[in-house]
């Protein structure tokens, strides 16, 4: 005897829900869309968005964003990365360079120190005031150390 009273409790239940449900449909339905709504053939479909509103934007070092590739005969541009008190080459983490571009810069300042152009060991004096590409006091990106 209560199996059967529990069953019809879960069937009055159903019936109430399956009710509830298509009023609410019903109500939904009758709404008008808002204005930068556009509906299709199929009001459920997925709305397709062109691109990812919430993507970063894509970081690229400052070579490779203006299309610079480094050569040995340009030492303004090679002394930017280059420290001027001791004429080492400084870091990736420090100039915000790319890989493939910081290899590059590393490779032209030797050529450009073995074909005289540039100092090894410290920069050159009429290049100490040019604007700066990046902060060498503040890292670009934290160092693993």
């Known amino acids: 005897m209560i199996?059967?009273?529990?069953n019809r409790i879960c069937?009055?239940?159903?019936?109430?829900?399956y009710?509830?449900?298509?009023?609410a449909v019903r109500a939904a339905?009758?709404?008008p869309l808002p204005r930068h709504y556009t509906t299709s053939v199929d009001n459920n479909a997925p709305v397709q968005l062109k691109e990812n509103p919430f993507a970063k934007e894509k970081v690229q070092c400052i070579l490779c964003k203006h299309g610079i590739n480094p050569d040995f005969k340009n030492v303004q541009l090679l002394s930017q990365f280059?420290?001027?008190?001791?004429?080492?080459v400084y870091g990736r983490h420090i100039t915000g360079l790319c890989q493939n571009r910081h290899e590059q810069v590393e490779?032209?300042?030797i050529k450009a120190q073995n074909a005289g152009f540039m100092p090894t060991y410290h920069?050159?004096?009429?290049?100490?005031?040019d604007p700066k590409l990046f902060d060498p006091e503040k890292a670009i990106r934290?160092?693993?150390?």
């Open 142 to 145: 934290p160092h693993k150390y």
């Open 82 to 88: 280059q420290s001027p008190y001791t004429g080492r």
């Open 29 to 31: 339905a009758s709404l």
């Open 11 to 17: 069937a009055a239940r159903a019936f109430l829900g």
């Open 107 to 109: 490779r032209e300042i």
């Open 19 to 23: 009710i509830n449900k298509a009023a």
């Open 123 to 129: 920069k050159a004096v009429e290049f100490l005031n």
């Open 3 to 6: 199996y059967a009273f529990r």
